[in-house]
């Protein structure tokens, strides 16, 4: 190990295989409390950090597209929502509700074998209530039949692909004060 004092943005730097002695002491230095300043100045010219805030919501994300499935976890990350489970299909997706009782739940429509519409509905059966969980479909079709569909199956929103980071995050945000304000 060694010090890297050129390059401000690198404190120390390991050679592999990296040694247990070699690791401990590099960490250490590189974290001892004579190398942390002691207080920083109140004039001192510091940028204030924007924190993502994270949210409980427990959701279930049923998409059979492996794209689709990465993209999604990334916008829920994004918007805070970090406890997510992600299926490939409606048959997992209603095992994985019996398992586990979720807050929301993202389902896209057209998956092989049980499809979106029939695992909703399955899922309402179990339940016997109509918006514990939320379910919003996924999908392409915008017309009115299919909306019309998803409605009747048991769903309660809809969001057209290609999905909006933007529009997931209003949608979450307006069923997480629902929920919120149902546990108050």
């Keep these: 190990y060694e010090n890297y004092g050129s ?9 592999k295989p ?24 109140a004039d001192s010219d510091t940028k204030t950090v924007q924190v993502r805030k994270e949210y409980d919501l427990r959701i279930l994300v049923a998409e059979d597209n492996g794209v689709n499935r990465r993209v999604v976890k ?6 805070g929502y970090n406890n997510v489970v992600i299926v490939p299909d409606g048959e997992d997706a209603v095992a994985a509700f019996i398992d586990f009782e979720y807050d ?12 979106g519409l029939e695992a909703s509905r399955q899922i309402r059966q179990q339940t016997g209530s109509k918006d514990k969980p939320w379910i ?13 569909a998803v409605y009747d199956a048991g769903m309660n929103d809809f969001l057209p692909k290609p ?4 529009i997931l995050g209003e949608v979450l945000e307006r069923i997480r004060c629902v929920i919120d304000g149902a546990r108050n």
């Design 163 to 166: 999905i909006r980071v933007e």
């Design 74 to 79: 990334m916008m829920l990350e994004r918007l």
């Design 136 to 148: 919003i479909a996924l999908t392409a079709g915008v017309l009115d039949e299919e909306r019309a």
């Design 7 to 15: 390059d401000p943005t690198i404190d120390a730097w390991l050679s």
């Design 104 to 115: 929301v739940v993202l389902m896209d429509i057209q998956m092989p074998g049980m499809d």
């Design 18 to 41: 990296v040694k247990q002695e070699y690791l401990r002491k590099q960490l250490v230095t590189t974290f001892s409390s004579d190398t942390l300043p002691e207080k920083v100045p």
